[in-house]
Protein backbone atom coordinates (compact mmCIF):
# COMPACT_ATOMS: atom_id res chain seq x y z
CA UNK A 1 0.00 0.00 0.00
CA UNK A 2 2.36 2.42 0.92
CA UNK A 3 4.21 1.84 -2.41
CA UNK A 4 1.02 2.55 -4.12
CA UNK A 5 0.53 5.80 -2.59
CA UNK A 6 4.08 7.03 -3.07
CA UNK A 7 3.67 5.67 -7.09
CA UNK A 8 0.39 8.25 -7.28
CA UNK A 9 1.99 10.86 -5.63
CA UNK A 10 4.67 11.60 -7.85
CA UNK A 11 3.23 12.76 -10.72
CA UNK A 12 1.85 15.76 -8.52
CA UNK A 13 5.19 16.23 -6.80
CA UNK A 14 6.92 16.68 -10.67
CA UNK A 15 3.97 19.07 -11.49
CA UNK A 16 4.35 21.16 -8.29
CA UNK A 17 8.01 21.93 -8.86
CA UNK A 18 7.75 22.78 -12.82
CA UNK A 19 8.83 26.10 -12.05
CA UNK A 20 11.34 27.55 -9.73
CA UNK A 21 10.98 30.85 -7.93
CA UNK A 22 12.57 33.58 -10.59
CA UNK A 23 8.88 32.10 -12.87
CA UNK A 24 11.85 29.61 -14.93
CA UNK A 25 10.72 25.95 -15.83
CA UNK A 26 13.06 23.78 -14.24
CA UNK A 27 14.13 22.54 -17.71
CA UNK A 28 15.42 26.08 -18.82
CA UNK A 29 12.14 27.27 -20.80
CA UNK A 30 10.93 30.84 -19.38
CA UNK A 31 7.20 31.25 -18.26
CA UNK A 32 4.97 33.31 -16.44
CA UNK A 33 4.13 33.27 -12.69
CA UNK A 34 1.76 35.19 -10.98
CA UNK A 35 2.45 38.17 -13.28
CA UNK A 36 -1.03 38.50 -14.96
CA UNK A 37 0.37 36.30 -18.33
CA UNK A 38 -1.22 33.30 -19.66
CA UNK A 39 0.71 30.43 -19.07
CA UNK A 40 0.45 27.95 -22.64
CA UNK A 41 2.27 25.65 -24.48
CA UNK A 42 4.03 26.16 -27.72
CA UNK A 43 0.77 26.92 -30.58
CA UNK A 44 -1.90 26.36 -27.90
CA UNK A 45 -4.24 28.81 -25.94
CA UNK A 46 -4.00 29.68 -22.41
CA UNK A 47 -5.97 27.07 -20.00
CA UNK A 48 -9.18 28.84 -18.04
CA UNK A 49 -7.66 28.59 -15.04
CA UNK A 50 -4.59 30.52 -16.74
CA UNK A 51 -7.14 33.33 -18.49
CA UNK A 52 -8.87 33.88 -14.88
CA UNK A 53 -5.94 34.44 -13.41
CA UNK A 54 -4.63 37.07 -16.30
CA UNK A 55 -8.05 38.81 -16.23
CA UNK A 56 -7.90 39.52 -12.37
CA UNK A 57 -4.42 40.52 -11.87
CA UNK A 58 -5.42 43.27 -14.98
CA UNK A 59 -8.41 44.36 -12.70
CA UNK A 60 -6.19 44.72 -10.08
CA UNK A 61 -3.72 46.71 -12.22
CA UNK A 62 -5.77 48.84 -13.81
CA UNK A 63 -8.36 49.76 -10.94
CA UNK A 64 -6.66 49.52 -7.86
CA UNK A 65 -9.21 47.67 -5.79
CA UNK A 66 -6.65 45.05 -4.83
CA UNK A 67 -6.76 44.34 -1.15
CA UNK A 68 -3.07 45.57 -1.01
CA UNK A 69 -4.06 49.07 -2.64
CA UNK A 70 -3.15 50.56 -5.75
CA UNK A 71 -0.61 48.87 -8.12
CA UNK A 72 2.91 50.19 -8.48
CA UNK A 73 2.02 50.35 -12.03
CA UNK A 74 -0.44 52.95 -11.31
CA UNK A 75 1.66 55.02 -8.88
CA UNK A 76 3.81 55.30 -11.16
CA UNK A 77 1.45 56.84 -13.83
CA UNK A 78 0.22 59.73 -11.14
CA UNK A 79 3.86 60.95 -10.39
CA UNK A 80 4.78 61.11 -13.73
CA UNK A 81 1.92 63.00 -14.71
CA UNK A 82 1.96 65.53 -12.33
CA UNK A 83 5.29 66.31 -12.66
CA UNK A 84 7.65 69.26 -11.05
CA UNK A 85 5.98 72.07 -10.27
CA UNK A 86 6.02 74.93 -12.79
CA UNK A 87 8.19 77.89 -12.10
CA UNK A 88 8.18 81.66 -12.72
CA UNK A 89 5.35 83.83 -13.32
CA UNK A 90 3.28 83.34 -16.60
CA UNK A 91 1.55 86.55 -16.28
CA UNK A 92 4.40 88.55 -16.02
CA UNK A 93 6.39 89.61 -18.72
CA UNK A 94 10.30 91.44 -18.64
CA UNK A 95 9.06 93.38 -21.93
CA UNK A 96 11.54 96.19 -23.49
CA UNK A 97 10.50 99.52 -22.62
CA UNK A 98 8.33 101.55 -25.04
CA UNK A 99 9.92 103.53 -27.61
CA UNK A 100 10.76 107.00 -26.66
CA UNK A 101 9.39 108.40 -30.32
CA UNK A 102 5.70 107.11 -28.98
CA UNK A 103 3.96 107.74 -26.05
CA UNK A 104 5.02 110.41 -23.83
CA UNK A 105 8.67 111.56 -24.32
CA UNK A 106 11.20 109.32 -22.02
CA UNK A 107 13.61 111.26 -23.09
CA UNK A 108 13.47 115.29 -21.58
CA UNK A 109 15.45 117.05 -24.33
CA UNK A 110 14.24 117.38 -28.00
CA UNK A 111 17.89 116.98 -29.99
CA UNK A 112 19.27 118.01 -26.54
CA UNK A 113 16.95 121.03 -26.13
CA UNK A 114 14.93 120.81 -23.36
CA UNK A 115 11.34 120.08 -23.35
CA UNK A 116 8.91 122.57 -22.51
CA UNK A 117 6.09 122.41 -19.91
CA UNK A 118 3.19 123.56 -21.54
CA UNK A 119 -0.32 123.53 -20.64
CA UNK A 120 -3.33 121.60 -22.04
CA UNK A 121 -5.68 124.57 -21.66
CA UNK A 122 -5.52 127.84 -21.88
CA UNK A 123 -7.92 131.32 -22.48
CA UNK A 124 -9.94 132.70 -23.31
CA UNK A 125 -7.62 134.92 -25.26
CA UNK A 126 -9.39 137.28 -27.23
CA UNK A 127 -12.84 135.28 -26.47
CA UNK A 128 -11.22 132.31 -27.78
CA UNK A 129 -10.39 129.09 -25.14
CA UNK A 130 -9.19 125.52 -25.57
CA UNK A 131 -9.13 122.66 -23.16
CA UNK A 132 -7.74 119.06 -23.24
CA UNK A 133 -5.39 119.38 -26.08
CA UNK A 134 -3.07 116.19 -26.84
CA UNK A 135 -1.74 114.91 -30.11
CA UNK A 136 -3.82 111.57 -30.92
CA UNK A 137 -0.68 108.94 -30.36
CA UNK A 138 0.31 110.18 -27.62
CA UNK A 139 -2.25 111.29 -25.27
CA UNK A 140 0.33 114.40 -24.34
CA UNK A 141 0.62 117.88 -25.68
CA UNK A 142 4.26 117.03 -26.57
CA UNK A 143 5.26 114.82 -29.49
CA UNK A 144 8.53 113.85 -31.22
CA UNK A 145 7.89 112.83 -34.75
CA UNK A 146 10.26 112.30 -38.14
CA UNK A 147 11.02 115.94 -40.56
CA UNK A 148 7.84 116.41 -42.22
CA UNK A 149 5.15 113.92 -40.78
CA UNK A 150 1.85 114.47 -39.84
CA UNK A 151 0.53 114.28 -36.44
CA UNK A 152 -3.01 114.66 -35.51
CA UNK A 153 -3.84 117.11 -32.68
CA UNK A 154 -7.17 117.07 -31.02
CA UNK A 155 -8.54 119.81 -28.41
CA UNK A 156 -11.71 121.30 -27.58
CA UNK A 157 -12.83 124.93 -27.60
CA UNK A 158 -14.93 127.32 -27.38
CA UNK A 159 -15.32 130.76 -29.36
CA UNK A 160 -17.21 133.81 -28.65
CA UNK A 161 -17.52 136.97 -30.56
CA UNK A 162 -19.08 139.71 -27.93
CA UNK A 163 -16.66 142.41 -29.13
CA UNK A 164 -18.13 142.37 -32.58
CA UNK A 165 -20.97 140.51 -32.65
CA UNK A 166 -22.11 140.87 -36.57
CA UNK A 167 -18.28 139.29 -37.42
CA UNK A 168 -17.72 136.21 -39.44
CA UNK A 169 -15.09 134.84 -36.54
CA UNK A 170 -11.89 132.49 -37.08
CA UNK A 171 -10.46 130.38 -34.43
CA UNK A 172 -6.78 129.55 -35.70
CA UNK A 173 -4.20 127.31 -34.84
CA UNK A 174 -0.26 127.48 -36.04
CA UNK A 175 3.40 126.92 -35.61
CA UNK A 176 5.21 129.51 -34.37
CA UNK A 177 8.44 129.86 -37.23
CA UNK A 178 6.54 127.76 -39.20
CA UNK A 179 4.35 127.52 -42.32
CA UNK A 180 1.67 125.17 -41.07
CA UNK A 181 -1.94 127.12 -39.89
CA UNK A 182 -5.37 126.11 -40.20
CA UNK A 183 -8.79 126.91 -39.01
CA UNK A 184 -10.65 124.74 -36.13
CA UNK A 185 -13.65 127.23 -36.32
CA UNK A 186 -15.66 128.97 -39.10
CA UNK A 187 -18.46 131.33 -37.90
CA UNK A 188 -20.62 134.15 -36.47
CA UNK A 189 -21.14 133.41 -32.63
CA UNK A 190 -22.19 136.45 -31.38
CA UNK A 191 -22.06 136.74 -27.84
CA UNK A 192 -23.00 133.35 -27.46
CA UNK A 193 -20.31 130.41 -27.44
CA UNK A 194 -19.99 128.09 -29.76
CA UNK A 195 -18.05 124.88 -28.56
CA UNK A 196 -16.52 121.86 -30.32
CA UNK A 197 -14.16 119.25 -30.72
CA UNK A 198 -11.67 119.96 -33.12
CA UNK A 199 -9.15 117.48 -34.91
CA UNK A 200 -6.10 118.21 -37.30
CA UNK A 201 -3.57 117.22 -39.06
CA UNK A 202 -0.67 119.26 -38.47
CA UNK A 203 2.31 118.94 -40.94
CA UNK A 204 5.59 118.85 -39.07
CA UNK A 205 8.45 121.39 -40.52
CA UNK A 206 11.33 119.39 -42.42
CA UNK A 207 13.99 120.93 -40.22
CA UNK A 208 14.66 119.66 -36.92
CA UNK A 209 13.91 121.53 -34.12
CA UNK A 210 11.57 122.31 -31.57
CA UNK A 211 8.35 124.23 -32.87
CA UNK A 212 5.84 125.73 -30.85
CA UNK A 213 1.85 125.83 -31.33
CA UNK A 214 -1.02 128.68 -30.48
CA UNK A 215 -3.92 129.95 -31.27
CA UNK A 216 -5.89 133.01 -32.27
CA UNK A 217 -8.55 134.64 -33.20
CA UNK A 218 -9.46 136.63 -36.72
CA UNK A 219 -12.36 138.33 -37.83
CA UNK A 220 -12.62 137.64 -42.10
CA UNK A 221 -15.08 136.39 -44.25
CA UNK A 222 -13.92 132.81 -44.07
CA UNK A 223 -10.79 130.92 -42.98
CA UNK A 224 -7.64 133.26 -44.44
CA UNK A 225 -4.03 131.35 -43.49
CA UNK A 226 -2.05 134.40 -43.92
CA UNK A 227 -4.37 136.37 -41.07
CA UNK A 228 -2.89 136.89 -38.07
CA UNK A 229 -0.16 135.03 -36.45
CA UNK A 230 0.85 132.45 -33.44
CA UNK A 231 2.23 134.22 -30.53
CA UNK A 232 4.65 131.95 -28.86
CA UNK A 233 3.80 133.33 -24.97
CA UNK A 234 0.42 131.48 -25.60
CA UNK A 235 2.00 128.19 -26.32
CA UNK A 236 -0.78 125.17 -25.99
CA UNK A 237 1.54 122.30 -27.30
CA UNK A 238 4.69 121.64 -29.26
CA UNK A 239 6.25 119.36 -31.69
CA UNK A 240 10.09 118.48 -31.84
CA UNK A 241 11.49 117.50 -35.72
CA UNK A 242 13.70 114.76 -34.45
CA UNK A 243 17.05 115.05 -36.60
CA UNK A 244 17.69 111.87 -38.79
Do not use: K
Request: charged residues 15%.
Amino acid sequence: MLLRAVTRLAPLLAVACAFDSGGVASDGASGTLGTGGPASSEGGEPTSASASASATATASTTHGDSAEGPSTTTATAEESSSGPPPTGDSGSSSGDPPDPTTGAPEDPTCNGIPLPSLPSALGPISEVAVQNVRFSEEGTNVTRVAPSASVELLFDYDVASCDCEGCITQGMMGLVDAPWRDCFYDGQPACNTASGEAQMQVQAPSQPGLYLMSFWRTWEYDCELDSGAPDPDDAIAAICVLER
